[in-house]
Structures are given as structure tokens and as C-alpha cells.
């Protein structure tokens, strides 16, 4: 699973089929499709998304704050007055509950932490092109019957109306859950591949380090070869002791590696 959908803080190509196999397994007559359906509820999502995300990190946005037991913008009357003016798509955003918030930050706001707008502009080419031809797709119709197998016992209209909202909304959920697990799994490779490149820049001062033992004991004259290679050894076995040694003053050294080559500490 991994493998298939992690790529940086991206999906990688394919993943639609994934989350559409996923649903599958939950709902397997609900007949929900990579494309239009999940494509359009993703293309939905990703919009609001930018929409709240400029808000609480654009520029020229101060007095905006996010609530994180409601999961909904949060600010005050004037200011929102001021903002909807020159950012009329935010209007339906007021007090809108968007519980998904942090977990589509992990895919789309690749600078979140710092602030920066995080759509690229390859995503915006993207976007511009598919809404072209998918602008009556944006929201899953509720006049379309996902179940290839009749309803056994319907009583009228209504009652199948019903039904169909929740086979609907019972689609949604499921198609966010899948999401949710993809973005979770995403976070946790990006944390694994940070804790590597920690790691490899540790190692890299590590070696530098070690390098620089062997140049120093050089200028220790008195030191015999066998005891410039004992003590380059004892040094560059313990991160802590090349630390101390290469800090040391010059005239202190001849005697501190003496006294280890000696076991005095």
C-alpha cells in the first residue's frame, strides 16, 4: 500500500484506482468509480481545502484562527466583511465544519509549516484542464442510482430517495476514510525519511570529524607512530571524545592523549 500511493507529499500516479478498490471492498454495489465520482469529491475537497488554507495562511489574512474541536475557521465579523469582498469564494466557508483539514495539509500544503502557498504550479495547470470538462461533476448526483441491484421491498419515492442519500453519503464517508489512511501513511514516510536524512547528516559531521583526528595528532611531534594510530583509534570510537579532543587547546592535547593511550581515564 505504500509503495502504491506515498510519493513526497504527493499521491502517486494511480492512487484513484486504489482508493476505488478500497471503497469497493466497503461498498461493493455502490458502483463508485475512480473517475468520474472519487475524481470529482477529490477535485471538491482539494478546492475547499485551498479556499480555508489561504485563509489561515495567505498573506494580508491576520485576525483568522482555526478551531480544533469545531474543525471551522474562526474570525470576526468586520474582518470576514473585509475579506469576503475581494475573496468571494470563501463566502460559504463561514463557521463550515471541514474535519479533514490537517490531513489534506499533509498532501496538498507541502510548506504548511512555514506558511507558503502550497498549490505548485503544475497543480493549477491540472486543475484549470480538468474543470473544463468536469464542472457538472463537482459534487456526486443524487438522481444517479449507484446500485446495480434493485432495492427489494420500496414503498414509493421518497423511502428510495432516502435511500440513495445515505448509499450516497455512506460513499463519501468511506472514500474520505480511504483518504485519511493514504494520508497517514504518507506522514509516517515523511517522518521516517527525515529521521534518515538526520541520521545521514550526522554521519556525514561524523566522518568529517574523524578526518581531522589523524591531522591533529600529526602536530603532536613527540607522539611515536604507534601511539598516533592507538590513540586514533581510542578517539575515533567515541563520538564524545572527538568532540573533546578537537576542542581542546593545542598545548593541552599531548598530554590528554597520553594519559588515554596510558587508560588514566
Known amino acids: 500500500m505504500k509503495e502504491k500511493v506515498a510519493l513526497k507529499n504527493k499521491f502517486k500516479p494511480g492512487y484513484l484506482k ?58 470576526e465579523n468586520d474582518v470576514w466583511d473585509a475579506y469576503v469582498q475581494s475573496h468571494k469564494g470563501a463566502i460559504a466557508c463561514r463557521n463550515k465544519s471541514f474535519p479533514h483539514y490537517e490531513y489534506l495539509c499533509i498532501v496538498y500544503a ?28 463537482d459534487d456526486i448526483p443524487e438522481d444517479v442510482d449507484y446500485t446495480q441491484i434493485p432495492t427489494p421491498g420500496s414503498n414509493g419515492e421518497e423511502q428510495n430517495a432516502q435511500k440513495k442519500k445515505r448509499r450516497i453519503q455512506s460513499g463519501e464517508d468511506n472514500m ?32 568529517e570529524s574523524r578526518s581531522k583526528i589523524n591531522d591533529e595528532l600529526l602536530k603532536l611531534p613527540s607522539l611515536t607512530t604507534k601511539e598516533r594510530h592507538k590513540a586514533t583509534k581510542l578517539i ?12 581542546m587547546l593545542d598545548v593541552e592535547k599531548e598530554e590528554w592523549v597520553r594519559g588515554l593511550i596510558n587508560g588514566d581515564f
Open 110 to 137: 507541502k510548506d504548511h509549516a512555514t506558511g507558503k502557498d502550497a498549490q505548485a504550479p503544475a497543480d493549477v495547470v491540472e486543475e484549470l484542464e480538468a474543470k473544463k470538462n468536469d464542472d457538472k461533476l
Open 18 to 75: 486504489i482508493l476505488e478498490g478500497k471503497i469497493s471492498t466497503k461498498l461493493p454495489n455502490a458502483g463508485l468509480r475512480a473517475k468520474p465520482h472519487i475524481e470529482s469529491r477529490l477535485r471538491t475537497l482539494k478546492r475547499e481545502f485551498q479556499v480555508i488554507h489561504e485563509m489561515l495562511t495567505g498573506p494580508n489574512t491576520s485576525g483568522f484562527g482555526w478551531d480544533t474541536m469545531r474543525k471551522c475557521v474562526t474570525i
Open 236 to 247: 575515533a570510537c567515541q563520538h564524545e571524545l572527538i568532540d573533546v579532543f578537537l576542542s
Open 176 to 207: 474520505v476514510e480511504a483518504m485519511k489512511e493514504v494520508t497517514i501513511i504518507l506522514a509516517a514516510q515523511l517522518k521516517v525519511a527525515s529521521d534518515n536524512l538526520s541520521k545521514a547528516v550526522t554521519g556525514v559531521v561524523a566522518i
